[in-house]
Antibody, heavy 123, light 106 residues
């Protein structure tokens, strides 16, 4: 059973860089047709896909955040990470790491999620 | 970006009812549509992918239909554990956008 767990600071000041790590267990981030993803959700609101990285290292980011986002892999630790620079209060949200999967038919879906971590941006 | 619009935003129902939630895409997305359930304080859980395929382990009381721009999620015989938020998501093109959610309330 694949499990994902987010970790990182929960409180940031405006203009700082958000850094989160997702530790994956029960499967290797180096194998398969998976998208190692970050998705966020402001309190009481909907979900926003931030971006993802393939096991090959290729990345895909939401254009609305692309100038500030970096997702990277650490295969030696079976982890992937999110960096979001120049944060503001609008970046306050629960951040989820998740595994996206593309099956043999080309269907894409997010089948495993971490429990989520709340990041608050406040001066 | 493809806009996903769900209706209704909230829905009241009773145990044993059958309910249908609608999701409309701003352009043709084929069958590239997923449905998730989210309970308070929990991560979303995949229910349906490719518009109508039931994710492994998800009860058959959940079903999805549609293609193009209009999609439905139907839940039969509501049980207390089904009262949650439901989100659709398009995977036709990046950025992979979600609907705003439907809160299913007792």
């Amino acid at each position: 059973q694949v499990q994902l767990q987010e970790s990182g600071p929960g409180l940031l000041k405006p203009s700082q860089t958000l850094s989160l790590t997702c530790t994956v267990s029960g499967g290797s981030i180096s194998s398969g047709r998976h998208y190692w993803s970050w998705i966020r959700q402001p309190a009481g609101k909907g979900l926003e896909w931030i971006g993802h990285i393939y096991s090959s290292g290729t990345t895909n980011y939401n254009p609305s955040l692309k100038s500030r986002v970096t997702v990277s892999l650490d295969t030696s630790k079976n982890q992937f990470s999110l960096k979001l620079s120049s944060v503001t209060a609008a970046d306050t949200a629960v951040y989820y790491c998740a595994r996206g999967t593309r099956n043999d038919y080309g269907d894409t879906f997010w089948d495993y999620w971490g429990q989520g971590t709340l990041v608050t941006v406040s001066s | 970006d493809i806009q996903m619009t769900q209706s209704p935003s909230s829905l009241s129902a009773s145990v044993g009812d059958r309910v249908t939630i609608t999701c409309r895409a701003s352009q043709n997305i084929g069958n590239y549509l997923n449905w998730y359930q989210q309970k308070p304080g929990r991560a979303p859980n995949l229910l349906i992918y490719a518009a109508s395929s039931l994710q492994s382990g998800v009860p058959s009381k959940f079903s999805g239909r549609g293609s193009g721009t209009d999609f439905n999620l139907t839940i039969n015989s509501l049980q207390p554990e089904d009262f949650a938020a439901y989100f659709c998501q398009q995977t036709y093109s990046s950025p992979y956008t979600f609907g705003q959610g439907t809160n299913l309330e007792i």
